[in-house]
């Protein structure tokens, strides 16, 4: 079954400093990869998947398959970066076996 | 565009009751998903309608029941309620072609006491 693991619950880093959130996966297939963020008072909306291959927000994701892994990336957080990341895994492309990891909070400190 | 709208917002109910949630898609999407936000467990994926069919569903219980209707809104029943259903239900809406792009409601609260 496939699974999707985001190793920390809260990352803190200070206005203008390189984040990294990490995701890692478990799945035989191809996966699709996506990015969900959660703003406060907000709905959970997508970010990005990995097949479009483009930048939200300054946001990057790469498809590691040799690692297994989705980590978002951006090189200069500000302050409203600051939310939940669900990353999230399609084993298909027909709605099923979507599954969610628990979560990271980022906190963007002034 | 109206995004997905679910109701109520808040739901109180005693254990062993039943919970109705209900769930309206973006117009023009045909797929609705739910899914369980329990605090510190992330979101965990309940069920998947289509067209009016229950497609897919995750490892919950069969007490955690719904349908679709034709406009295709949608309603999650949950009998027997038990403490630990308390949660945040989200439900989220795609169209068919996209269905890894979901628009998700606000999310209504269920307590259990």
């Known amino acids: 079954a496939q699974r999707v693991t985001q190793p920390e619950k809260l990352l803190s880093v200070f206005k203008g400093a390189p984040v990294e959130l990490k995701c890692n996966y478990s799945y035989s297939g191809s996966p699709e990869l996506f990015w969900y963020v959660q703003y406060s008072r907000q709905r959970l909306q997508l970010l990005l998947r990995h097949i479009s291959r483009e930048s939200i927000k300054g946001f990057t994701a790469d498809l590691n398959k040799g690692e297994t892994s989705f980590h978002l990336k951006k090189p200069f957080a500000q302050e409203e970066d600051s939310a939940m990341y669900y990353c999230a895994l399609s084993a298909d492309n027909y709605g099923q076996n979507f599954v969610f990891g628990p979560g990271t909070r980022l906190s963007v400190l002034p | 565009e109206a995004g997905v709208t679910q109701s109520p917002t808040h739901l109180i109910k005693t254990r062993g009751q039943q919970a109705t949630l209900r769930c309206s898609p973006i117009?023009?999407?045909?797929?609705v998903y739910w899914y369980q936000q329990a605090l510190g467990l992330g979101l965990q994926f309940l069920l998947w309608?289509?067209?009016?069919?229950?497609?897919n569903r995750g490892n919950f219980p069969p007490r955690f029941s719904g349908r679709q209707f034709p406009n295709y809104s949608s309603e999650l029943n949950v009998n027997a309620l038990e403490l630990e259903d308390s949660a945040l239900y989200l439900c989220?809406?795609?169209?068919?072609?996209?269905?890894?792009?979901?628009?998700f409601g606000p999310g209504t609260r269920l307590t259990v006491t």
């Open positions: 117009s023009g999407h045909t797929s």
């Open positions: 989220a809406s795609s169209s068919t072609g996209k269905l890894y792009e979901q628009y």
């Open positions: 309608y289509d067209e009016g069919e229950e497609r």
